[in-house]
């Protein structure tokens, strides 16, 4: 029996009676054999005999001759480019221009709608101007009236029990009254002074020991009743406090009197 070459069918045709070397390999770019396929066949038997046996086009002619004819259809849509009767073509983004001879009108203007003017801020309310000397003011349960200051003194006492001041002591004159419903103490700790700058200063409780009158360092006051103290600051040598802070306690917000 006489074998023929038979090659598959997405290799290359060999030439007729052409017959493999034994040193003869298939290039890899022509790709596997299929499955089923016989590379030596009966060189007696018909030409169909040669196709592979089980293949899935043998397996599935119902399937392969649907594909063929969807395929068919496409191909003839496609080359006719589409009809009335086909889908409708997909829009593109170019921009229609009008013909020359049918211009568009110009478009308008927008009309501009006058708009009301911004209302203008309200001016703020000024400030409260701070009391004076000799002036009623308030904070807490205390009532207050300063009655006036004295600077430059550098020691306050006698001369066996005194205190010097680091620049100058300055001495405010406060009148406070409890305007509340119970006892409350007076602390001269608890008062500033501000030069015209702003500085602050403390008060020097520990010098109003040394004055005659030392009811300013800490007094207890009844609902009612008041009392004549002195506090004590210690300044620099020339300056002289434009203006007190008065409070009630340390969490107090405290109301501000001018000096002079």
Not at 69 to 95: E, H, K, Q, R
Not at 244 to 253: C, I, K, N, T, Y
Request: hydrophobic letters at 40%.
């Amino acid at each position: 029996m006489a074998l023929r070459f038979n090659a598959p069918p997405n290799w290359p045709a060999p030439p007729v009676g052409w017959t493999p070397p034994a040193d003869w390999k298939p290039d890899p770019a022509w790709g596997p054999v299929p499955d089923g396929w016989q590379l030596w066949v009966d060189d007696s038997e018909p030409a169909e005999i040669a196709k592979p046996k089980g293949s899935w086009i043998n397996r599935h002619k119902v399937l392969t001759g649907v594909g063929a004819a969807a395929a068919v259809l496409v191909v003839a849509a496609i080359a006719s480019g589409g009809g009335d009767d086909g889908a409708p073509a997909a829009a593109d983004d170019t921009v229609a221009v009008a013909p020359a001879d049918e211009k568009a009108p110009p478009a308008e203007a927008p009309t501009e709608t006058p708009s009301e003017a911004p209302a203008e801020p309200a001016a703020p309310e000024p400030a409260p101007a701070a009391a004076g000397l000799n002036t009623p003011v308030r904070d807490g349960k205390f009532e207050f009236v300063v009655t006036g200051v004295e600077c430059g003194q550098t020691t306050l006492g006698d001369e066996y029990i005194n205190t010097t001041a680091q620049g100058q002591f300055c001495l405010v004159h406060v009148r406070a009254t409890n305007i509340g419903d119970k006892p409350q103490y007076f602390f001269a700790d608890n008062q500033k002074a501000f030069n015209a700058d702003g500085q602050e200063y403390s008060a020097n409780s520990s010098a109003s020991i040394y004055l005659d009158d030392a009811d300013s360092w800490m007094s207890e006051i009844n609902p009612g009743n008041g009392i004549d103290g002195t506090v004590v600051f210690d300044v620099p040598v020339g300056v002289t406090p434009t203006s007190v802070e008065l409070h009630d306690s340390a969490f107090s917000g405290g109301v501000k009197v001018v000096l002079g």
